[in-house]
């Protein structure tokens, strides 16, 4: 079982940054890959950025070059030049996959709003 907690989240103007952090608990949850997630009411919740064990990271092109995601015993995700369209609930995610058994798991989310 992993148990996942964030913070973080707020109101910031667009140009802007903010730091969420993913407080990770359980078993093993260093062998996890870890992500950012987001969503907004009406649409799918959407991958924003991922790190695996190993430190291997993807981006969602919109936040390319503008969010940076990191892990030590924890996640974070540096978030820079925040645009409107950023404005979202960003949820944790720890996933691992194992020849019989899939484990995924999911925090509460914490809001992030980007505006004037």
């Known amino acids: 079982q992993v148990q996942l907690v964030e913070s973080g989240g707020g109101l910031v103007q667009p140009g802007g940054s903010l730091r969420l952090s993913c407080a990770a608990s359980?078993?093993?949850?260093?062998?996890?890959?870890m992500g950012w997630y987001r969503q907004v009411p009406g649409k799918e919740r959407e991958l924003v950025a991922a790190?695996?064990?190993?430190g291997s990271t993807n981006y969602a092109d919109s936040v390319k070059d503008r969010f940076t995601i990191s892990r030590d015993n924890a996640m974070y995700l540096q978030m820079n030049s925040l645009k409107p369209e950023d404005t979202a609930v960003y949820y944790c995610?720890?996933?691992?996959?194992?020849?019989?058994?899939?484990?995924?798991?999911w925090g509460q989310g914490t809001q992030v709003t980007v505006s004037t």
């Open positions: 359980g078993s093993n949850v260093g062998l996890y890959t």
């Open positions: 995610n720890a996933r691992r996959r194992l020849p019989t058994r899939q484990f995924n798991y």
């Open positions: 790190i695996t064990s190993g």
